[in-house]
């Protein structure tokens, strides 16, 4: 069997190399930041955990934010709707803010506001793409 985490936050902590019950990591924020934690995997593979947790903190404060931005919007989960603020960037990287937000289900977009912030936290923690994925 392979377990892999689905909560946000803390990365580095939930594998079983440091003690923790999981393989691995469950799709969400680890699509917004696949290298990064592939990052932490590795570091934690080589020992040194102090490197690892150090990313994982850029991370998780990142997740953390986005996460407490999202509450407040109607539509769809908070899990989804910070997912989709933080991909926006990584679509579009520093120019993000200039697009219309990501469409929700309920064809709402993410507000202005919570973009605006989602780069700023981005940028805050060091973790912003200089060029997205789609440019």
């Known amino acids: 069997m392979y377990l892999v985490r689905g909560a946000e936050g803390d990365y580095a902590r939930w594998l ?9 990591f469950l799709l969400s924020t680890a699509n917004c930041f696949p290298e990064q934690l592939h990052e932490v995997i590795k570091k934690i593979e080589a020992e040194d955990i102090p490197s690892a947790s150090k990313i994982s903190e850029k991370v998780s404060g990142v997740v953390r934010e986005v996460f407490s ?10 899990f989804t709707n910070a997912n989709k603020a933080i991909d926006h960037y990584m679509a579009f990287g520093t120019e993000a803010a200039k697009k219309p937000g990501p469409m ?25 793409p200089q060029k997205g994925y789609l440019e």
């Open 16 to 24: 079983k190399d440091t003690g923790g019950p999981y393989d691995g």
């Open 69 to 78: 931005l999202v509450q407040s919007i109607p539509h769809g989960n908070a």
């Open 104 to 128: 929700l289900h309920a064809k709402a977009r993410l507000p202005h506001e919570v973009i605006a912030a989602t780069g700023k936290a981005l940028q805050r923690y060091r973790l912003m």
